[in-house]
């Protein structure tokens, strides 16, 4: 048997021996990689072409972007720009509303001292015609209107004297309130005892301006005041006089 092998590995029937070059990897690769930068170049190229074939130019898009960052920028800054006008606009309204809004508050404060000067005016016309009775109590200006707060309302009026060596008025005034309280008509009284308090007590020579603000119970409707003045002294009033709700 070992004959066999023998003659089987260096006789006529043994297996040829070839003899090859052996070449190290980095030569291998040098000599394809000219292969493969050209077949690159050349996918490239023919990319390119197909581009332009097909409408698409590079160094035309390549501007219209560099034009497109450049106007961009330019928004930028116009936006930027725009803000800030934006913002000094809002704060110019802001002050010519409130110029407006104080500018309105003058004229109604115009408005209302031209009206009190006009009531003056009249006032001074009704002294001039009672001057001539002497002693004589007159109300003039009453009037009642609705306050601020709810259930408050707010009684004014003018006490004028007449007659050009009147005395000194000495007195107190007392207001009587008509109301409808759970659907019953009922009054009461400011105060109590026309002599019991010192916010009602009266001390004028011609004429006091008078001021008075009244609380009503919750759920009350005020419908009318009477004032009746009392000199001092008295029980009965010297004046009485009744004003509705205005």
């Known amino acids: ?47 390119g072409s197909g581009l332009e074939l097909a409408g698409f130019h590079r160094s035309e898009i390549e501007q219209e972007l560099v034009q497109l960052r450049e106007r961009v920028e330019v928004l930028s800054v116009e936006n930027e720009s725009l803000k800030n006008q934006s913002v000094q606009s809002e704060r110019l309204l802001q002050i010519e509303q409130s110029s407006n809004q104080e500018t309105a508050k003058q004229l109604k404060s115009l408005s209302d001292e031209n009206l009190s000067l006009q009531e003056d005016l009249a006032f001074f016309q009704n002294l001039t015609a009672v001057r001539g009775k002497e002693g004589e109590l007159a109300v003039h200006r009453l009037k009642l209107v609705r306050d601020s707060l709810p259930g408050e309302y707010r009684l004014r009026m003018l006490l004028v004297q007449g007659g050009q060596r009147a005395k000194e008025f000495s007195g107190s005034y007392q207001l009587v309130a008509t109301i409808v309280e759970g659907g019953q008509r009922t009054t009461l009284l400011f105060p109590q005892d026309p002599s019991g308090n010192a916010q009602f007590q009266l001390a004028f020579k011609y004429y006091l301006r008078v001021e008075k603000s009244l609380q009503l119970p919750s759920g009350a409707q005020l419908e009318s005041v009477q004032v009746r003045i009392f000199e001092q002294g008295a029980r009965e009033p010297k004046v009485r006089q009744s004003v509705s709700l205005s």
């Open 1 to 47: 048997m070992l004959w066999r092998r023998v003659k089987r590995r260096f006789g006529i029937a043994a297996p040829r021996l070839s003899v090859r070059l052996h070449m190290p990897w980095y030569m291998r690769w040098s000599m394809l990689a000219p292969f493969l930068i050209g077949a690159l170049g050349l996918a490239w190229w023919a990319y």
